[in-house]
């Protein structure tokens, strides 16, 4: 196999790459999509109260906004129960702590 012949497969193998990510990035957005409403409405119930040092971290509100969203993403459905929501900041944690998601 020649050098243009393993070029033009590597072009192939990266434009198949791009199609997967679109694909993902399309399903996580339709996943998202699904559970948009409940993640604002938990969401919304913390403060949005951020410290308007550039070191400051971000508000509970948008952690747990953070956090739910990932959760979908990696589980494709709502956490339930408890869960820990908190980051460790400079050497502190912050966020609202234990949630208590439900059944």
């Known amino acids: ?3 243009a012949s393993i070029s033009r497969l590597a072009g192939v193998g990266s ?5 997967k ?6 399903n996580d957005e339709e996943l998202l999509n699904i559970y948009s409403v409940k993640i604002e409405n938990i ?16 508000s509970d509100q948008t952690l747990v906004r953070n956090y739910l969203k990932k ?3 990696e589980n494709g459905k709502m956490p339930t129960g408890e869960h820990r929501v908190e980051i460790y900041h400079l050497g502190k ?3 609202p702590g234990v949630i208590n998601f439900g059944c």
């Open 1 to 3: 196999m020649d050098a």
């Open 15 to 19: 434009i198949e790459n791009e199609e």
């Open 21 to 26: 990510i679109k694909l993902k990035s399309r």
């Open 43 to 58: 969401s919304s119930k913390y403060n949005t109260y951020k410290a308007s040092s550039a070191f400051a971290p971000p």
């Open 71 to 73: 959760y979908v993403l």
């Open 93 to 95: 944690v912050y966020g």
